[in-house]
């Protein structure tokens, strides 16, 4: 891994967690981006970030997999039908050698290097092993996102310690004023314990009503470090997002 710094060295994994189906956008992964598909796009800029010792990709899918595997990556197929993509990579964390293991979705072809090196610092100086896994959270900059039930906010403590998830506005405000207020970013960075731990947990009560799978994290009294960050990851969930993907690559 290229990420020298003056912290103890750890061994960080990406894993890419890549299901076929979409309700939005079904097959959206094999989809050509400007030549490539969409998840070996997202593959190759993970590999080439020089951030992780390893990548691989997780899937549900024959298709998925031989496109990784025919272009000189490494994949897995899952055994089980996961709900999220966590429960997808988490079936095969006792498997991989890591102190570390990022998610990053399969569908973010443009990832933010500074971010994940961001993550992964956070761990470095975590010598006393206090955070169990680490995420990321942008600034909303006006009241129609933050009240948009498909932005999931979040609110953190003094520490910056994530209190709670939802798809409703919170804070509240009672003043109806629109206040500061953040967006969760799904990239998560876990120990890999932590992960093996998560792997045997079921769904929580919070979790099926708000259908957020970091709400079972806190449920059962797991430490989540957020991070701000200033970049939002660009994901493609419609047809629309393609189009757009594709035009941004062609200005490059």
Request: glycine share 4%; proline share 4%.
């Amino acid at each position: 891994m290229n990420n020298k710094s003056s912290f103890p060295q750890i061994k960080v994994i990406a894993l890419i967690p890549a299901r076929y189906d979409s309700q939005r956008f079904p097959g959206k992964l094999m989809k050509d981006l400007a030549g490539q598909t969409v998840i070996l796009r997202t593959y190759r800029a993970v590999v080439t970030s020089g951030l992780f010792d390893s990548v691989y990709v997780i899937t549900d899918s024959q298709l998925i997999y031989n496109e990784i595997v025919q272009n000189g990556g490494q994949a897995f197929i899952s055994t089980k039908n996961h709900e999220t993509g966590t429960d997808r990579i988490a079936e095969f964390a006792g498997n991989i050698e890591a102190d570390v293991i990022i998610n990053i979705q399969g569908d973010e072809p443009f990832i933010h290097k500074k971010s994940l090196r961001d993550l992964i610092r956070v761990f470095e100086e975590d010598t006393e092993n206090k955070i169990d896994l680490a995420s990321l959270m942008i600034r909303l900059q006006n009241k129609e996102d933050f009240l948009n039930p498909n932005h999931v906010k979040v609110v953190v403590d003094k520490e910056n310690f994530a209190l709670y998830f939802s798809r409703a506005p919170i804070p509240y405000s009672r003043d109806k004023v629109f206040e500061t207020a953040y967006k969760h970013i799904g990239v998560y960075a876990f120990r890999k314990p932590v992960l093996e731990r998560i792997a045997q947990m079921p769904q929580t009560d919070l979790e099926q009503i708000e259908k957020l799978e970091n709400l079972r994290f806190l449920q059962n009294s797991l430490r989540i470090k957020m991070l701000e960050t200033d970049q939002l990851n660009f994901g493609i969930d419609t047809e629309e997002d393609l189009r757009e993907a594709i035009n941004f690559i062609k200005q490059q």
